[in-house]
Structures are given as C-alpha cells and as structure tokens.
C-alpha cells in the first residue's frame, strides 16, 4: 500500500532552519504531484505547495514564498521542503500529501489522494 513518511521536522529558533523530508513508498513516484500542508490547533489544513513529476513548483500562502522551498529526488522516491527564515507563525505539523493526477499542480485538500502522518515543526521566539 502507499505510505508517506514525513521526517525532518523539530524545534528551533526564530529564523532557524529547517528541512522535511517525505519518503514514498507503494506508489510510482515520479507519476504524482507531491504536496506540503501545514494545520495548526483548531484550524483546516492549509497549502503550502506543490512540485510536479517534472518539478513545477507552486506555493501556498505569500507568508511562505521566498523562505520555503520544495524539491524532489524521483531517485530516492522523497520529496523535500527546505524552510528558511523560520517564524513563530511557522509552528504546525506538516503534512506530506500525493496526488495522482499528472502534472497537475492543485492546492486543494481533496486532490490528493495519500498523506503522511505528519511532522511538527516548533518555531520558539
């Protein structure tokens, strides 16, 4: 079966870094769109971004754009989400999602099909 396995994630300081690794198995990489989420207590789910098989990148929220970058090894199956320049407001756990649909670049919860079980990342002010 698919499974996504996020890792990476921790505590660190206000303008700290950090990278999050998703390694996928039971699927054929290099065929999904791979996707970040970040959900906090007591809100939804929310986009982070995107890379295509072909390494199209999308990204979720302005607050994000410029620090986070996210790349992808169809070698080793794992897609990565380098934070930069961390911010309190950082703080969620995130989640590594899969879509199946080739190519395409969606920010929506329901367009991906798999998810991990998601990592927490603390930023301390």
């Known amino acids: 079966q698919v499974q996504l396995v996020e890792s990476g994630g921790g505590l660190v300081q206000t303008g700290g870094s950090l990278r999050l690794s998703c390694a996928a198995s039971g699927l054929t990489f290099s065929n999904y769109t791979m996707g970040w989420f970040r959900q906090t207590p007591g809100k939804e789910r929310a986009f982070v971004g995107a890379i295509t098989w072909s390494g199209v990148r999308t990204y979720g929220a302005d607050s994000v754009k410029g620090r986070f970058t996210i790349s992808r090894d169809n070698a080793k199956n794992t897609v990565y989400l380098h934070m930069n320049n961390l911010k309190p407001e950082d703080t969620a756990v995130y989640y590594c999602?899969?879509?199946?649909?080739?190519?395409?670049?969606?920010?929506?919860?329901?367009?991906?099909?798999?998810w991990g079980q998601g990592t927490q990342v603390t930023v301390s002010s």
């Open positions: 999602a899969a879509d199946s649909t080739l190519a395409r670049v969606a920010t929506m919860i329901s367009a991906f099909g798999y």
